[in-house]
């Protein structure tokens, strides 16, 4: 049992791990094919918006809660208000039904990682119905799971100080250097500049509500809103750092990183493909489209490489906050030590995480609401339980609570809150507003009813 509980070493070592958990698959791969879908520049503009306003609100809301409390979120909510301890436990399902599948995709990245460190099969994944005979198949994709998931684990088992912070000080820094490499190389490509136009420049004849409600639904699931992830790192955080300034640089950082990797994929697919190609690529952009894109391109073997390296790298820290959040919830609830607990949810996410990775192969004729099992357990955690873990946190801080509860503990230092009275609009009147409409729009997306 862990007598004194964990911490950051300082506030670079509380960014860079929060950093590492907000950059993760929903940078790399959900937002470029998001922006390519939605216009490009209006897309990046209505979310840079939402970002520092609702993105912004919402973190500073869960870091306050976790450093005050220095509780993990199951029993932080309840240390509040007990009539919302309840809010802990579903804060505790969402991580504990996330991790599995997040380490299947995952996987799939450090498949694609190993076909272009090794040389072996370059050439034939970029050829039609590689992915999914790769996904199609019996025990590779399980093989591949379970690597990237002990892998996690490792990491995790070691700590706060000695696995997670000194790892995300080492990657975090290397996957900027990788992303800015990647994005000098494409913008010199012959063609790059339209696809540059396309991506960074607003062009308002794209704008509708679904480019709003698709800007909404990344931003939540790119900066780790409503996982609990959040509220364990701040209860790891130090009273003597400025939580002004790392949820500053935590926005910044995952904005940054989010928008690179757009300038990674976007030109350079505009390029071999036109525009037609940004809304056809979808969800199978990274996957199926690039190493297409990578083959055509000139020292697109090595770029290529750099490519899923990165991207392995930032599914890698995302992964281990999101274990992070459910150990530390175990840890607190039954006061057992970190290495038993991460065996348990280890071997809990290897159970869960198989139908996951044989839902798309010899398990694909099981469905649950027509989704196979990947599909719905993503609905159910980022379209369902995420919404509302945000919304009832939004209505507890804003109405019940009170604002107050959050602002004392920003500015506890002597610190100047300049955002206090947009926080406290948001938190009360906006925030809720727009959960709901998330809530609604992605479950009628899911079920055909509109389409975004």
Known sequence: ?????????????????????????????????????????????????????????????????????????????????????????????????????????????????????????????????????????????????????????????????????????????????????????????????EGMKYYLLPDFSKFSFKTVCAAMGQMFYSMSLAMGIMITYGSYTRDDVSLVKSVNQIEIFDTVVAMLAGMMVVPAVYIFSGEAGMTSGGPGLMFITLPKVFDKMAGGQIIGLAFFVLVFFAALTSAVSVMEAIVSMIMDRFKVSRWKCVLMVFAFSILLGIPSSLGNGIWSSITILGMDFLTFFDYISNSVLMPIVALITAILIGWVVGTKFITDEVTKNGEKFRRKGLYEFVIKYIAPVLLVIILIVYTLAQFGVIKL
């Open 1 to 193: 049992m862990e007598k004194k509980r964990s911490s950051f070493t300082g506030g670079i070592g509380f960014v860079l791990a929060a950093a590492g958990s907000a950059v993760g698959l929903g940078n790399m791969w959900r937002f470029p094919y998001l922006a390519a879908q939605y216009g490009g520049g209006i897309f990046i503009l209505v979310y840079i918006i939402l970002a520092l306003t609702f993105g912004f609100a919402l973190m500073t809301t869960e870091i306050a809660i976790g450093r005050r409390t220095k509780l993990s979120p199951i029993k932080s909510y309840g240390a509040m208000n007990k009539k919302f301890n309840f809010l802990g436990k579903l804060a505790f399902i969402i991580p504990v039904i996330i991790l599995p599948y997040y380490c299947v995709i995952g996987g799939w990245v450090t498949k694609y990682m190993t076909v272009f460190l090794t040389r072996t099969e370059t050439d034939a994944a970029s050829v039609d119905g590689y992915f999914t005979g790769f996904i199609g198949q019996k025990y590779a994709p399980l093989v591949f799971f379970f690597i990237f998931l002990a892998l996690t684990a490792i990491i995790v088992a070691t700590g706060v100080e000695k696995g997670i912070e000194k790892i995300s000080k080492i990657l975090m820094p290397i996957l900027i250097v990788l992303a800015i490499g990647i994005c000098v190389y494409v913008a010199f490509l012959p063609g790059a500049a």
